[in-house]
């Protein structure tokens, strides 16, 4: 079965620094989201892709964070200045349309 | 607002045992609904999705799911529970954004316990 694919599977990162997670969507999905999930709190959206643009993002995503689809199968969210508050379990997803959105395996960011 | 509520934090049953896991939205219409698991540091697996029709959903490793649009809930169950099934349940509903694009609302999650 198709699946999302994310790495790194973890990070470690100095605050201040420039991460970015990567994802491969599954390869017919046209929409891509990221999500995140800080320890031990609800999976939260973040934003969401489609046709080379950003379609929506919520108030979390602010000026710090981007994504950008650098070729035909890459998904990337880049977090510029972490924080230590940016420490989180970050999900990518992809769907077809509106329909089932399916997810990675998510990559652990600890800000230290 | 729209949201997703999950009333129970945690839960433990015994092996064996049956299971309901509740689900409740708030949504002007029908939105399509969702039941996530989620094992201690994995990522999110989809267990059943409602979108229309029949609304006794089945789905993988034995669960299903009932939307009553009356109660405006989407419980999950299962018969028989196995130890492997100790984790992290999440309801969620899509809001259909302009576009086509979705939305994910998760629920806080329910984090079930099996006793041998």
């Known amino acids: 079965e198709p699946e999302v694919t994310q790495t790194p599977s973890h990070q470690v990162t100095q605050m201040g620094q420039e991460v970015i997670l990567r994802c491969v969507p599954i390869s017919n999905h046209l929409y891509f989201y990221w999500y995140r999930q800080i320890l031990g709190q609800k999976v939260e959206f973040l934003v969401s892709f489609y046709n080379n643009e950003i379609s929506e993002k919520s108030e979390i995503f602010d000026d710090q964070f981007s994504v950008e689809r650098p070729d035909g199968s890459n998904f990337t969210l880049k977090i510029r200045s972490t924080k230590l508050e940016d420490s989180a379990m970050y999900f990518c997803a992809s769907s077809e349309g509106v329909n089932t959105i399916y997810f990675g395996e998510g990559s652990w960011l600890t800000v230290v | 607002a729209q949201s997703v509520t999950q009333p129970d934090i945690h839960i433990t049953v015994s092996e064996g045992a049956s299971l309901e896991l509740r689900c409740n939205y708030s949504?002007?219409?029908?939105?399509?609904l969702f039941w996530y698991v989620q094992s201690p540091g994995q990522g999110l697996q989809l267990l059943l999705k409602?979108?229309?029709?029949?609304?006794l959903v089945q789905g993988i490793k034995g669960f299903e799911a009932e939307f009553k649009r009356s109660q405006s809930s989407f419980n999950l169950r299962k018969p028989s529970v196995h130890w492997s099934d100790a984790a992290e349940y999440f309801c969620?509903?899509?809001?259909?954004?302009?576009?086509?694009?979705?939305?994910?609302?998760f629920g806080a999650g329910t984090r079930l316990a099996v006793h041998p």
């Open positions: 949504y002007g219409a029908t939105p399509y």
């Open positions: 409602y979108f229309s029709g029949d609304t």
């Open positions: 969620a509903v899509v809001l259909p954004l302009s576009g086509g694009y979705n939305k994910l609302i």
